[in-house]
């Protein structure tokens, strides 16, 4: 199968390109920068306007198009909100648009997230509760999405919006799992959460990320028609502390943790998604255990540093 990956560069979008050459689809990377950051496949350098990726679009005839491009921080969102606006919802309204000038119509994923939802007051949380976004970020990905429903009802192209939570893996050099492993691993004795610990999160590792959106791609013409928004995530809860726990036994048993008990600007307090959708859209589906993915990011970060 022909997918053509926009943002190929990219955390998610390399996971993937990655996972879909090794499930033996061919592969077009289109993005920004020059590196591709991949192996085995075609890469195209652009600047992801409609006019642009619409010839692309038409010459490579993509049974799948994944969106991936666009911003991934909820700090960042607030010190630069329009930028923020322009890469979540630009990005996807070039490639929505560049699909629907080329007059092809693949099957078009694109992550979106959980800060759409706020702040729940029940979880877990399944895709009708309502969206309550607490920062730019959040917002932005609620336009992202609306602008996704617009081309799928207004000109039938046909979109998953699938809503990520927090996502992990060894080339994530940033957020929690990333901040606290380097604090282990460095010489200072106590360890320093900015929250209270209490804090819960629900992790998914890339790589179960990857396999979730092959196996919607293999039961496409199982899914319903339209704008599928659909939650990607493990469905298991676990806190802050306990993270950091798992994460110290690890790698520096000796060290002591602190908590400042902080909070920081659009972060909900506790996270934990209903998975029943993706289990019924994706049969078969069942990520890897928690423990057993962030040992094997400390395993790779541990061999890059030497």
Not at 18 to 34: C, N, P, Q, S, W
Not at 220 to 244: D, F, H, T, Y
Request: proline letters at 7%; hydrophobic letters at 40%.
């Amino acid at each position: 199968m022909k997918i053509l990956i926009i943002g190929s560069n990219g955390f998610i979008g390399g996971s993937f390109a990655r996972a879909a050459l090794k499930a033996g689809h061919e592969i077009l990377g289109v993005g920004r920068g020059v590196d591709p950051n991949l192996s085995s496949q075609t890469y195209v350098q652009t600047d992801l306007s409609p006019g642009k990726l619409a010839p692309i679009i038409t010459r490579f005839s993509p049974s799948v198009v994944l969106h991936a491009a666009g911003s991934a921080s909820v700090e960042d969102s607030f010190a630069s909100p329009l930028q923020d606006l322009k890469d979540l919802a630009f990005t996807l309204a070039n490639t929505l648009e560049g699909v629907r000038i080329s007059e092809a119509r693949p099957l078009i994923i694109f992550p979106s997230s959980a800060a759409v939802y706020g702040a729940p007051d029940v979880l877990p949380i399944n895709e009708s509760a309502p969206l309550n976004p607490i920062s730019p970020y959040g917002f932005d990905m609620v336009a992202r999405e609306l602008i996704a429903r617009e081309y799928s009802e207004c000109f039938g192209l046909h979109t998953v919006t699938a809503r990520l939570f927090s996502v992990f893996g060894p080339r994530q050099r940033r957020l929690f799992i990333w901040e606290l492993y380097r604090q282990l691993a460095e010489a200072d004795s106590t360890v320093s959460l900015r929250g209270t610990g209490d804090e819960t999160r629900d992790y998914l590792h890339v790589d179960d990320v990857s396999s979730a959106f092959l196996k919607l791609i293999d039961v496409e013409a199982a899914l319903p028609s339209g704008n599928l928004v659909i939650n990607v995530a493990s469905g298991k809860e676990i806190s802050m502390w306990q993270v950091a726990q798992r994460l110290r036994e690890m790698i520096a048993p000796g060290k002591e943790i602190q908590c400042r008990g902080m909070s920081r600007p659009g972060n909900p307090l506790h996270w934990c998604a209903d998975v029943s959708l993706v289990h019924s859209m994706a049969p078969g589906w069942q990520p890897a255990p928690f423990e057993e993915k962030l040992r094997e990011c400390i395993d790779e970060w541990r061999r890059e540093s030497g």
